[in-house]
């Protein structure tokens, strides 16, 4: 596992822990418990998904895992934006937790478009060594 990864393992881990901790300050009437409901499912996405992307047993898989983890760090965004835009929960935090979100968005989804340039662009016998 290379520094980089691991970096961006304990950054995503940090971030979902984060996320976390502002949810117990958001009602519980709707629709705070939906937002709450998928702004953890998606936050814990992240992190999870990317430990499982650094565990991907082929390019193909990486590829596939790291696509997930750009979907979810998108939905997470678009949760705390959400929230914000609500009015459901006002705080530095949460301003934090955006500008935070909109760089894990910027990383997960260059690496997932330079995934998928690599994979297009394999030489055959590349193809045929993976499989």
């Known amino acids: ?3 980089l990864s691991e970096l961006l393992k304990a950054r995503t881990m940090k971030f979902c822990l984060d996320v976390c901790c ?27 998904n990317y430990r499982a992307s650094c565990r991907a047993r082929s390019h193909d ?18 949760w705390l934006e959400f929230i914000e835009a609500s009015e459901l929960l006002k705080s530095e ?30 030489r055959p016998d590349d193809r045929r060594k993976r499989k």
């Open 61 to 78: 898989e990486f590829t596939a895992k790291i696509g997930i983890v750009a979907e979810e760090s998108d939905e997470t965004q678009g």
């Open 93 to 122: 935090e949460l301003t934090r937790l955006i500008v935070e979100s909109t760089e894990i968005v910027a990383i997960m989804s260059s690496a997932y478009g330079t995934a998928k340039y690599n994979q297009r662009n394999r």
């Open 22 to 48: 502002i949810l117990r300050n958001i009602p519980e009437s709707e629709p705070g418990l939906t937002a709450k409901r998928q702004l953890a499912r998606s936050a814990t996405g992240v992190a999870f």
């Open 1 to 3: 596992m290379s520094e």
